[in-house]
């Protein structure tokens, strides 16, 4: 529930000694990418909120987030395509905002730059999204793919693996969960390529630590459930 997953978050943050939060991204309106948001917004001082412009603004659970922005003075800003972000030593940079009735293919979709490593942010798109920024230029290569829509069969498709050509993929997923994510013929997609695959369902939390530009990963031994 999404409650408990803010409570996860809040845990983690205060684990890592975190009291305020520069920034957060809301890549769409899906409680299973933002429900536990309101449990950090009471929690933690959050600076900013970062959503699409063309997010849904009529849509209740952006009205109940926007309601907590408001009693907490968090500043609610709008991103369009090519707006930065400017967060330490790392640049993200909006490189499509879909506007589409269905809610995955509106996810904001970032790349980001730290230490010279640089990763790809989807959100939830499909293949008909990478296919569209694909025919538009603005894919380019990137070392870490955070996989779209949690490794579904309907995303990473062959072209926009290929232009992207990342070093390693992140697949968000719960274990044993009810959609049998990442999908297999994602997974296949990904080993085809020769591309390090890791998902929170085996290997619990991953960290990238870019300061010395090289990559490393530390699992936690327990999984998410």
């Known amino acids: 529930n999404n409650v408990d997953d803010g409570f996860k978050v809040e845990k983690k943050l205060r684990f890592y000694g975190v009291?305020?939060?520069?920034?957060?991204v809301l890549s769409h309106l899906h409680s299973d990418h933002i429900g536990g948001l309101l449990t950090v917004?009471?929690?933690?001082?959050?600076?900013?909120?970062?959503?699409?412009?063309?997010?849904?603004?009529?849509?209740?659970?952006?009205?109940?987030?926007?309601?907590?922005?408001?009693?907490?003075?968090?500043?609610?800003?709008?991103?369009?395509?090519?707006?930065?972000?400017?967060?330490?030593t790392a640049t993200f940079t909006?490189?499509?905002?879909?506007?589409?009735?269905?809610?995955?293919?509106?996810?904001?979709?970032?790349?980001?730059?730290?230490?010279?490593?640089?990763?790809?942010f989807g959100g939830d798109i499909s293949s008909t999204e990478e296919r569209k920024m694909l025919d538009n230029?603005?894919?380019s290569r990137f070392n870490i793919l955070k996989a779209s829509h949690h490794g579904s069969k309907n995303s990473g498709c062959d072209e926009f693996l290929d232009a992207v050509s990342?070093?390693?993929?992140?697949?968000?997923c719960g274990k044993d969960n009810d959609y049998s994510f990442p999908n297999e013929e994602f997974v296949n997609r990904i080993k085809k390529?020769?591309?390090?695959?890791?998902?929170?369902?085996?290997?619990?939390?991953?960290?990238?630590?870019?300061?010395?530009k090289t990559v490393s990963l530390e699992k936690t031994k327990a999984a998410h459930q």
Not at 59 to 70: G, K, R
Not at 166 to 172: D, G, T
């Open 41 to 88: 917004l009471e929690n933690f001082s959050v600076k900013n909120i970062y959503l699409s412009d063309v997010c849904d603004r009529e849509d209740p659970l952006y009205l109940e987030i926007i309601s907590a922005t408001d009693r907490k003075e968090t500043k609610v800003v709008y991103l369009k395509k090519n707006d930065k972000i400017v967060m330490g």
């Open 19 to 24: 009291d305020t939060i520069e920034g957060v």
């Open 166 to 172: 990342p070093q390693y993929c992140v697949c968000f």
């Open 193 to 212: 390529r020769g591309i390090v695959m890791y998902t929170t369902a085996e290997n619990g939390d991953i960290v990238f630590n870019t300061k010395d």
């Open 137 to 139: 230029n603005v894919i």
């Open 94 to 120: 909006v490189l499509w905002t879909p506007q589409s009735a269905n809610e995955n293919n509106a996810s904001l979709v970032l790349g980001a730059e730290c230490d010279e490593l640089t990763f790809f």
